[in-house]
Nanobody
Framework: QVQLVESGGGLVQGGGSLRLSCAAS????????MGWFRQAPGKEREFVAS?????????VYADSVKGRFTISRDNAKNTVYLQMNNLKPEDTAVYYC????????????????????WGQGTQVTVSS
């Protein structure tokens, strides 16, 4: 089992940048596929980005963030990051980190149902 804690959210002006972090507990972090999702008020939780585990580094992004956001991981620090550049007001949401154990499988997962573990979320607000 793994516990996830997000940090790094806040208020930023349009065009600005933020870097979110997600710290994971446990000793097998490298075996987890990791993802970032977001949920705006009144909307469903949506996929943002995913990165594979088990030695792979495959990444996938939602079209809405491609070219602006970058997901990365540091297995030595049990942490996954989401670098967000050129932020827009429509990026305003609570951002969640998610994990799925995938030993020996290099997978990227883009659906909420694909993940077993979730963090508590961190608020990102982008002003116009």
């Amino acid at each position: 089992q793994v516990q996830l804690v997000e940090s790094g959210g806040g208020l930023v002006q349009g065009g600005g940048s933020l870097r979110l972090s997600c710290a994971a507990s446990g000793r097998t972090f490298s075996n987890y596929a990791m993802g970032w999702f977001r949920q705006a008020p009144g909307k469903e939780r949506e996929f943002v980005a995913s990165i594979s585990g088990s030695g792979g580094s495959t990444t996938v992004y939602a079209d809405s963030v491609k070219g602006r956001f970058t997901i990365s991981r540091d297995n030595a620090k049990n942490t996954v990051y989401l670098q967000m550049n050129n932020l827009k007001p429509e990026d305003t949401a609570v951002y969640y980190c998610a994990a799925k154990l995938a030993i020996g499988h290099i997978v990227v997962l883009t659906t909420v149902s694909g993940y077993d573990y979730w963090g508590q979320g961190t608020q990102v607000t982008v002003s116009s």
